[in-house]
């Protein structure tokens, strides 16, 4: 296939933004407007530099006959002409037109709209992952995040990529097994990374900033249930609204002390819906380890998503704990700047 490049990318225009697994679409001009040159035939074309998803032609009628112009929408496109056309160039093609050839001109289509184009993202197998702390909080400033509640035991990370695409977040408190579960989607722009070195360890922490809450489980002992994967796994319906409590008799009748007594240690997971994840691993003689190895192709995984923006980009944060949180924390009553 011949091709030439045509222009380089406009002055002052932004180059194209794209995430891994999404599909390129592309705008194709001066496509003869005589039906020599069929939606079929560019999808034969283009399936050279990829997979193409969908082709959509606009014949656009006048004294040029050359006036027609597509749409087209590759999934896994080839690595180097996707780089070419990222970066704002057009290109000059030879495109089969019966028994010779016509040029045609390609360019990013930054303004298509994708609808139900499917993503392609890899099939992956759950990971999971053990924390040496939770906590739950807000970020009262981009780079200060003020906690309200941690815990540190038997706490992990689930990681479904591909049958929910979501985070589970695990823990035991006060003898009770909880699940904080929450789709990629639900986590606000992107995890917040950064990192501590202190002589042979080191410690990350992530922070997920939430658009919703998460859904809320807990594992209860059920004398009519028995499973070999664990105790029954109930959903909470939290008895607050707005932070405030709501009269215990209308969530719970006088039989259920159990499931009372669960949902009132849970932590306000509905008000506070910034997440403080800590990983700490071993570097011996300054190599990584297998487990921080695991962590770091979790995030490459997760990059893939849109969950983390970059792997190697680290932003730092001050983290304070709760007893060290300035009271009362009201907007109203912060001092002025």
């Known amino acids: 296939m011949d091709s030439r490049r045509r222009a380089g990318p406009p002055r002052g225009r932004k180059q194209g933004v794209r995430a891994d697994g999404d599909p390129l679409c592309l705008f194709v001009q001066r496509i003869p407007t005589d039906n020599s040159v069929t939606a079929q035939d560019l999808a034969r074309f283009f399936s050279k530099l990829g997979t193409v998803s969908k082709t959509v032609m606009k014949k656009v009628y006048g004294e040029d006959s050359l006036n027609g112009n597509a749409t087209v929408v590759l999934v896994n496109p080839s690595r180097g002409f996707e780089e070419l056309i990222l970066e704002g160039y057009t290109e000059a093609m030879l495109l089969p037109c019966g028994p010779s050839t016509t040029s045609i001109l390609v360019r990013q289509d930054r303004n298509a709209n994708l609808g139900n184009v499917p993503r392609l993202k890899p099939n992956l197998e759950a990971d999971e992952i053990e924390l040496v702390r939770f906590a739950i909080g807000k970020l009262a400033q ?51 990374i950064s990192r501590e070195i202190l002589g042979e360890k080191c410690v990350y922490h992530v922070v997920a900033s939430l658009s919703l809450p998460p859904k809320v489980s807990y594992g209860t002992v059920d ?115």
Not at 304 to 329: I, K, M, Q
């Open 142 to 192: 981009p780079d200060v995040f003020y906690e309200e509640w941690a815990c540190s035991e038997e706490v992990k990370l689930v990681v479904d990529y591909t049958n929910r695409q979501c985070i589970q977040v695990c823990f035991a408190y006060q003898s009770t097994k909880y699940m904080l579960d929450y789709f990629f989607k639900n986590v606000r722009n992107s995890f917040k």
């Open 223 to 337: 004398p009519c249930f028995y499973s070999i994967a664990g105790p029954k796994i109930v959903r909470a319906a939290l008895p607050r609204i707005s932070g405030r409590l709501l009269p215990l008799e209308t969530m719970f009748s006088e039989n259920q002390q159990q499931a009372q007594a669960a949902l009132l240690r849970l932590p306000e997971t509905g008000n506070f819906m910034d997440h403080h994840y800590t990983f700490k691993f071993l570097r011996a003689d300054g190599v990584i380890g297998e487990s921080e190895e695991h962590f770091l192709r979790i995030l490459e995984r997760l990059q893939t998503y849109g969950v983390v923006a970059n792997v190697h980009r680290l932003v730092p944060c001050t983290f304070v704990e709760r007893d060290a949180v300035p009271t009362p924390y009201d907007i109203e009553k912060a001092e002025l700047p």
